[in-house]
């Protein structure tokens, strides 16, 4: 089966412009998540959505980063405006909810340079 | 949430076993231990969970103390591919929360 495809692989913007990120997620997998791994650290959840609800968007910087999934398929992630600490990749993954394992599947990332 | 603590790094040889230690002392009933990796360049994926028995799949098995408050992830050949950040986490089992709380893992090295 396909995996969880994101773009662009790479960005690199100024400080203060905008960006977005694009997840396909697996077909079928009703849970999506975005997460932000800043360079020698883990992978920090930023928002699940569960279909095209969010589930917990609590770690999520609101003032600057938004996300939406529409038809409960396909998610975008946007910073506006973005900042130096911004720099990060964002790392998409997507789970069903069948057995008990809710094995997430991670797609490649997109890697953001913020100068 | 419960926390776990994993070394920082460590290395093994290739084609030797790899045992990963992690140390959960403060897990509750209903936490499932799951491991994930990250190779370079790559998101993570999935290696292997378990509760309370201890698991094996075909990339590695996973041995829960008795009282749950360690677990160890075995390699039982390693290959340069093996060589991955390697993530021990608590997810809580609960209905409607499959979160899951990434520390800073372990990296493997893998000397040919």
């Known amino acids: 089966e396909a995996g969880v495809a994101q773009s662009p692989r790479y960005k690199i913007i100024e400080k203060r412009q905008s960006v977005a990120f694009w997840c396909n997620p697996i077909?079928?997998?009703?849970?999506l998540y975005w997460y932000q791994q800043i360079l020698g650290q883990g992978p920090k959840l930023l928002i699940q959505f569960q279909n095209n609800g969010v589930v917990d968007d609590s770690q999520l910087p609101k003032d600057r980063f938004s996300a939406e999934r529409l038809k409960g398929v396909d998610s975008t992630l946007k910073i506006q405006p973005a900042k130096l600490e911004d720099s990060a990749v964002y790392l998409c993954a997507s789970s069903s909810l069948r057995g008990d394992s809710y094995e997430q599947y991670f797609g490649p990332g997109t890697r953001l340079t913020v100068t | 949430d419960a926390k776990t603590t994993q070394p920082n790094s460590m290395e093994s040889n290739e084609e030797e076993p790899v045992h990963l230690p992690c140390n959960h002392s403060?897990?509750?009933?209903?936490?499932?231990i799951h491991w994930y990796r990250q190779l370079p360049s790559q998101g993570p994926e999935y290696v292997i969970h378990?509760?309370?028995s201890n698991v094996n799949n075909r990339m590695a098995s996973l041995a829960i103390a008795e009282d749950r408050k360690s677990s160890t992830l075995i390699l039982h050949r390693a290959t340069l591919r093996d060589a991955a950040v390697y993530y021990c986490i608590l997810r809580y089992s609960g209905a409607g929360s499959y979160q899951l709380t990434f520390g800073k893992g372990t990296k493997l090295s893998v000397i040919p």
């Open positions: 403060t897990i509750s009933g209903t936490d499932y």
């Open positions: 378990g509760l309370t």
């Open positions: 077909s079928g997998h009703a849970t």
